[in-house]
């Protein structure tokens, strides 16, 4: 019979919840392994045992920041309006990180390169998916000369940018989803304008 683990799937949720929580209220610079612990009911070997390190829990919040993009994602059925879709997409991004910004903080504001490689497969999967919504606008020439990755880019920086804003406590007239969908439906309706590297190249042409 094999042995037993000390530690199972049951305590390592424990342990996520515990850190969400703590980085929630007190942000990641505040965040202890033995107060997780404590809050999970469980000892800081836990941790170790499940983890690895501080770095691996951290990047553990990261893999269910992207898994829960990803699901929420996924689960959104496609019409034949990919535009709304996308409006769509972006509201759900709004709700993960007002409802999920100590994930959010982890995963995109204060993403730190060493526990980026614990996270970076969950993040790429979580993007593809993402980058699939903008396929129909690209197939019906909707991306301005722009390809899927770069839409998508611009799409996401947008998001982090305003959920950031929202976040800080900052009021966005003239309410917060209007506010959201107007945003995004000025960039997705803004994609199917041609890109500006044309006319920047003719300028640059002028000045020699």
Do not use: C
């Amino acid at each position: 019979m094999g042995r037993r683990r000390e530690h199972d799937e049951k305590t390592a949720v424990a342990l996520l919840d515990a850190a969400e929580r703590i980085v929630a209220e007190q942000g990641i610079d505040a965040l202890s392994l033995r107060e997780v612990a404590r809050g999970a009911g469980t000892t800081t070997r836990a941790i170790y045992s499940l983890f690895g390190s501080k770095d691996g829990l951290l990047g553990a919040l990261g893999v269910r920041a992207f898994n829960l993009l990803q699901r929420e994602i996924e689960a959104l059925p496609a019409s034949d309006q990919p535009s709304d879709d996308l409006i769509e997409v972006a509201l759900i991004y709004r709700r993960f990180a007002l409802e999920h910004p100590a994930l959010f903080s982890i995963a995109f504001h204060r993403a730190n390169p060493a526990i980026w490689p614990h996270f970076r497969a969950s993040a790429m999967d979580a993007l593809a998916v993402l980058d699939k919504r903008f396929e129909p606008l690209a197939d019906a020439d909707l991306l301005g000369g722009r390809s899927v990755s770069e839409a998508s880019t611009q799409f996401r920086a947008l998001g982090e940018g305003v959920a950031w804003t929202e976040l800080r406590g900052n009021p966005l007239p003239p309410d917060p989803e209007r506010f959201w969908r107007n945003a995004f439906h000025a960039l997705i309706t803004g994609f199917a304008a041609p890109t500006s590297r044309r006319r920047g190249a003719r300028a640059a042409g002028a000045v020699r």
